[in-house]
Nanobody, 120 residues
Framework: QVQLVESGGGLVQAGGSLRLSCAAS????????MGWYRQAPGKQRELVAA???????NYADSVKGRFTITRDNAKNTVYLQMNSLNPEDTAVYSC??????????????WGQGTQVTVSS
């Protein structure tokens, strides 16, 4: 059993910052890619940022230069530092991770989501 638990969402004014965390726990052999997705009301879910096990990152164009994804492999945790937030960033943010539970088995896991609301 593997769980991803997010924290750090909330309400912030435009121009402000938030830091999201997502910790993986359970029967983990290794963690490969980790990422953050978001879904705003009436819109499709989109990839915000992703990071590989060796630290390579990629970002959605809309967040480049404002958001930073990092991970702490010792803590099985991925972070998303969000700066210069604007109302268009309002969404439910979910973390995802590709986790190997054994040497030969790998699955995608999702967190429950955390609401980020940016007021103008």
């Amino acid at each position: 059993q593997v769980q991803l638990v997010e924290s750090g969402g909330g309400l912030v004014q435009a121009g402000g910052s938030l830091r999201l965390s997502c910790a993986a726990s359970g029967s983990i052999f290794s963690i490969n890619a980790m990422g953050w997705y978001r879904q705003a009301p009436g819109k499709q879910r989109e990839l915000v940022a992703a990071i590989t096990s060796v630290g390579s990152t990629n970002y959605a164009d809309s967040v480049k230069g404002r958001f930073t994804i990092t991970r702490d492999n010792a803590k099985n945790t991925v972070y998303l530092q969000m700066n210069s937030l604007n109302p268009e960033d309002t969404a439910v943010y979910s973390c995802a991770a590709r986790i190997a539970t054994t040497e030969h088995e790998e699955y995608d896991y999702w967190g429950q989501g955390t609401q980020v609301t940016v007021s103008s």
